[in-house]
């Protein structure tokens, strides 16, 4: 008996590398193991929490409506599509007129400010 303890020890001692080397991959291959796992639950966990907070949110959701009056907005633009059809080039040119004329009177507006300040 004692010879056969002897010869395993020896065996073992012999081969002590590769054994640990295949209990590391073992043990590796455990962790390995336990992580898919735990991220799968995880995963699982958190796609179920996800889908019934939706769920909640759009169980508890009230639809609101919002009634706006929108002839002002229809009646300007109207009036914008009609004065450009009826009065063809010459009024557009008018309209531009008046439009660089408020803008050179701000101009000056801003340029008699501004030379009264240097006098």
């Known amino acids: 008996m004692s010879q056969k303890k002897v010869d395993e020890y ?3 001692k012999k081969n002590r590398q590769k ?5 590391k991959i073992v043990r590796r291959l455990e962790i390995l193991a ?3 796992v735990l991220g799968g639950l995880i995963a699982w966990f958190s796609t179920a929490v996800y889908r019934q907070t939706k769920a909640e949110a759009e169980a508890n959701q ?3 409506t919002i009634d706006m009056n929108l002839t002002d907005i229809q009646n300007y633009l109207s009036d914008l599509s ?6 063809g080039g010459e ?14 009177s701000a101009v000056v507006t801003e340029s008699t400010a501004s030379s009264s300040q240097a006098e």
Request: net charge negative.
């Open 91 to 104: 009024d557009t040119s008018s309209s531009a007129e008046s439009t660089s004329a408020s803008s050179d």
């Open 34 to 36: 336990i992580v898919v």
């Open 10 to 12: 020896k065996e073992q």
């Open 62 to 64: 009230s639809s609101s």
């Open 82 to 87: 009609s004065d450009t059809s009826n009065s």
């Open 19 to 23: 054994i640990m080397r295949k209990e």
